[in-house]
Nanobody
Framework: QVQLVESGGGLVQAGGSLRLSCVASGRTFSSYAMGWFRQAPGKGREFVAAISRSGGSTDYTDSVKGRFTISRDNAKNTVYLQMNSLKPEDTAVYYC??????????????????WGQGTQVTVSS
């Protein structure tokens, strides 16, 4: 098991930027692929971005490509989500997730079984 704590959410105007951070503790961070998901009011949780355990592979949902960047620092046990050109439709609770993938280096959209508590991102128009 790994414990995840997100931070960096807040209120920002449309067109602005935020950087989310997620610090992991517990098992070896570099054994996990990491992902960011979000859940808007009245909607289901959706995939946003993922990064492989080495950081060499990433994946994004179409609506954030070119605006969001996922990265990780394995020495700091931290994954980041840099969000630029934010839109009101990006408003959601953002969750960090971890998927134990020792032996394979993929950025998966599925299979996550460790979740953080979430951080609220609100984009005003």
């Amino acid at each position: 098991q790994v414990q995840l704590v997100e931070s960096g959410g807040g209120l920002v105007q449309a067109g602005g930027s935020l950087r989310l951070s997620c610090v992991a503790s517990g098992r070896t961070f570099s054994s996990y692929a990491m992902g960011w998901f979000r859940q808007a009011p009245g909607k289901g949780r959706e995939f946003v971005a993922a990064i492989s355990r080495s950081g060499g592979s990433t994946d994004y949902t179409d609506s954030v490509k070119g605006r969001f960047t996922i990265s990780r620092d394995n020495a700091k046990n931290t994954v980041y989500l840099q969000m630029n050109s934010l839109k009101p439709e990006d408003t959601a609770v953002y969750y960090c997730a971890a998927d134990f993938t020792l032996g394979i280096d993929i950025a998966s959209r599925y299979g996550y079984d460790n979740w953080g508590q979430g951080t609220q991102v609100t984009v005003s128009s």
